[in-house]
């Protein structure tokens, strides 16, 4: 008997999601900022299931336990992998483990992946609900769909609400991203379970501060308002370089220094003397011997999208 012809199913499409910074000094959980780095999901028909991934151009082999996208596929897709006839190429600018919301990434590019080939229209919050049972930091997730600076708030039955706040076009973002992995997780098991009264008042008047300094575009002691006591301190000791860069007296005081996520990335946001910062930064990173890379980044406003890849 002759075997069933193949016929293309579908038109070939592509997914892209921001990256983001989270947290952003004492916004812990909660604040998140989608930025010009980008998780580019490309899906094409095909006789049989055929998967890639690289980030910045170079292939990416993860386990497959560790491959966050093919598990939330193969669960949202209810259709056995053995009768998948697409092909999946991932382009990944955003780095694993570096703080920059690879995860998030994943999780709302095969989410929306599996909504397309069901023919299914996803609304933004019930995406982001189901989307936390992967990822359940929602400030990295909100970011990436929505796009912009975003800060979340999860109630105590866990529903999740967001906003969309402005972030200054006067100010530009540097992004060091070194060559160095860490795990959110191992993050987390260095924050203490109990904190002093007087860390957390600082934080919230840091907090508070800070969102109002980017509303009304005066930076006056944006430095000040980013010296995180919740997580900051914590993690930087899993980062040679972290303290020199979160105490030096080179930074303006209308600039800021804070680490990505759960590092080891840092992002910093100024107006002028980027020369200067860029100086700074070589300097601290040469005596610490480790490979980084600096990258200017812009806010990405539109979040995750869609795109045809055919006429």
């Not at 397309?116 to 982001?128: A, F, I, P, Y």
């Not at 109990?194 to 969102?211: D, K, M, S, T, W």
């Amino acid at each position: 008997m002759a075997s069933k012809k193949w016929e293309k199913a579908f038109k070939s499409f592509q997914i892209l999601v921001p990256g983001s910074i989270s947290n952003l000094g004492c916004g812990f959980d909660t604040l998140g900022l989608a930025v010009s780095l980008y998780f580019k999901t490309s899906v094409h028909s095909c006789p049989a299931f055929h998967f890639e991934m690289k980030c910045n151009g170079k292939p990416l082999d993860l386990p497959e336990e560790e491959n966050l996208f093919l598990k939330v596929l193969r669960s949202c897709y209810p259709v056995s992998p053995d009768d998948w006839h697409f092909h999946i190429s991932i382009e990944t600018e955003v780095p694993p483990k570096r703080g920059l919301g690879s995860s998030a990434c994943a999780v709302v590019s095969a989410m929306m992946t599996a909504a397309k080939l069901q023919n299914l229209r996803m609304e933004s919050g019930q995406l982001l609900h189901t989307s936390l049972q992967w990822e359940p930091h929602p400030d990295n997730l909100c970011a990436s769909l929505v796009g912009g600076f975003t800060v979340a708030m999860q109630d105590n039955s866990g529903a999740l609400f967001y906003r969309k706040l402005l972030f200054p076009r006067s100010l530009k973002i540097l992004l060091l991203i070194p060559e160095w992995q860490i795990s959110t997780a191992e993050a987390r098991r260095l924050l203490p379970e109990l904190y002093p009264q007087e860390a957390v008042v600082g934080n919230l008047q840091r907090l508070a501060y800070f969102i109002a300094a980017l509303q009304d575009g005066n930076f006056r002691g944006l430095r000040e308002s980013v010296r995180d006591q919740i997580h900051q301190p914590y993690r930087a000791a899993l980062m040679p370089f972290a303290r020199d860069l979160l105490n030096s007296e080179y930074f303006s005081s209308e600039s800021a220094v804070m680490i990505s996520g759960s590092g080891p990335c840092f992002a910093m946001f100024y107006r002028v003397y980027e020369k200067k910062i860029r100086s700074v930064i070589q300097e601290i990173m040469s005596v610490h011997k480790i490979p980084y890379e600096l990258r200017n980044v812009v806010v990405d406003e539109e979040g995750t999208r869609i795109e045809s890849l055919e006429d």
